[in-house]
């Protein structure tokens, strides 16, 4: 079994990161940095005569690596109560994806994946962050993706997030369950 | 009182365009479409020792826009239940924004404003829609907007959504508390 | 099509009654006022030797009325943002009905049926009802009842839901579904 | 610092109550076991000229054990996705005990106290259980509890809890908490 990360976040080592590697804990796994790549957003073709266009962007590499991979962990801060708009503004392109005929056998792919969401916020994330945990249940489903397990973590300032035991000890309990 | 309708859409006089006109029936407000413009995805750098970088985008531009309007319309179809990336983008640069010397009262001048959520989708976006209300209202309520009201249209097609005489009849409600 | 209206309140026209009977709006229905009935709360006997025992109260009668219409709406005020003890103590027994030998076809009828909540509160009940909204989603879905709709209306003292014109323009919609 | 547990289950030593005393651990607490008293639902009177009317059953006696505590653990089976009717019949009282003039304090006493919930289902608890942690949210901030934690636990069959390691693991960060 092997693991890609989905990495939402913008700042390099944040929280959410840190919660994340200590989740995976030295595993192999395959980083997507979404913040590092050029990442189109897209543009509803759905009813348009020509359908959806090319776009020439590195979304296509990155959902191949993402492909390779049996686990997904989406990891991202939590934004405004919800996942950042870069991880969001890839989510999105998925519709294209699930449209692209060099993709022929994207959704069946990816309901062979089990999926983990990991969010650090810093607003009572245990409660305020429900509704994103609520929103990567309905992605999921509708995927088809087996949607194993989320962590919420409490962090704000750099390195904040080792003082919240009980987000340290539930990944943990992920990290066994992923291996 | 004057409306300022931002528009998540990525497809001109798609369902929840029509949706939020047949809302606003007439009168005058400012349109923003985030598609049109280019906004770069926020760089967290609260916590950097230079802080947050100017960016040369549009962005500033539509938050002036936004800013001189007492309500504000977030009209949005549902992507993978929620709101568009690029919406989300745009309010992650809020974050920016309340950092901004350029903008010392953006907090307090978004307090004056009343908002409302407008957004369709076409998979029964009354139940799966829920989790996005409740993330404007996490949002709403952080920056101390008030949240007058929200509609949910079913459509998919387009022109689907004047088929949905719920949501038809409940934004005719809508409009009557808005003017 | 026959409808049964399940009404959870314990104010004889309340602002939950009035807005449900504004819905029908003068069609024949079958009304359960739950508080008029004893109906005892369940005890969990699915891993006792004897299994559940039988119990003398109103519930089984109840359960027969409710199971001779294909429509059902569940009508309650929101009590502490949930429907009252009153429908959730008859809803739990529902345990005890899935394993009744004179019950052996209650699933099955009920998987036949469609579902309407109408649900009214005093405190932001469009909003803070939600959660509400979600349970009896997962609710159906566990049984198999199709959820067709629900509105929430704001009222608090009596009469007060009139002055709601959303919850009565939604309402009407829901009727026109019903009939 | 004391410690009340309000059990809202049906069966003793469910999954439930051992994830509770696990979190416990032994500590002191108050054990109210709501299905062992008699607690007669409320009677909305609060439009009634004449108000709410005394009953004569055991709830106030439950109502000053469980103020006499500090930190309140309200410990619930998931009963068709929400707390238990008895739990849920236990707290629609509060309603009136915010109008007895014997319980004069009331609301201010339930603000000094933190409160924590443990409930456990069998179906998917830690999605499907959201919208009732939700609506334990707006409880408590309503009568203005402090709302310092919950876990929610999968378990169906007598015992299964002991096989949720994540769940057992969160409840010892919550004991840390409490005491």
Redesign the interface.
């Known amino acids: 079994m092997s693991i890609a990360i989905i990495y939402g976040?913008?700042?390099k080592n944040?929280n959410t990161e840190m919660l994340t590697e200590h989740a995976i804990h030295g595993r192999q796994a395959e980083r997507i940095y979404l913040?590092d790549y050029q990442i189109v957003?897209?543009?509803?073709?759905r009813?348009a005569k020509e359908g959806f266009q090319d776009i020439d962007d590195d979304y296509n590499l990155l959902i191949k690596r993402l492909l390779a991979h049996d686990t997904l962990v989406f990891s991202t801060?939590i934004?405004?109560?919800?996942?950042?708009?870069?991880m969001?503004?890839?989510?999105?392109r998925?519709?294209q994806t699930l449209r692209d005929l060099n993709f022929p056998e994207f959704k069946k792919q990816m309901q062979s994946k089990n999926a983990f969401v990991i969010a650090v916020g810093g607003?009572n994330p245990?409660?305020?962050g429900?509704?994103?945990?609520?929103?990567f249940?309905?992605?999921f489903d509708?995927i088809g993706i087996s949607?194993d397990?989320?962590v919420l973590g409490l962090g704000n300032?750099?390195g904040e997030i080792y003082k919240d035991?009980?987000a340290l000890?539930?990944v943990?309990?992920?990290f066994?369950k992923m291996v």
């Open positions: 976040g913008t700042r944040g913040d957003p897209i543009k509803d073709s009813h801060p934004y405004w109560f919800g996942m950042t708009g870069q969001k503004t890839f989510i999105d998925w519709s607003d245990r409660l305020k429900l509704p994103l945990i609520q929103q249940q309905y992605i509708f949607f397990g989320y300032k750099p035991q009980q000890s539930m943990n309990q992920l066994h």
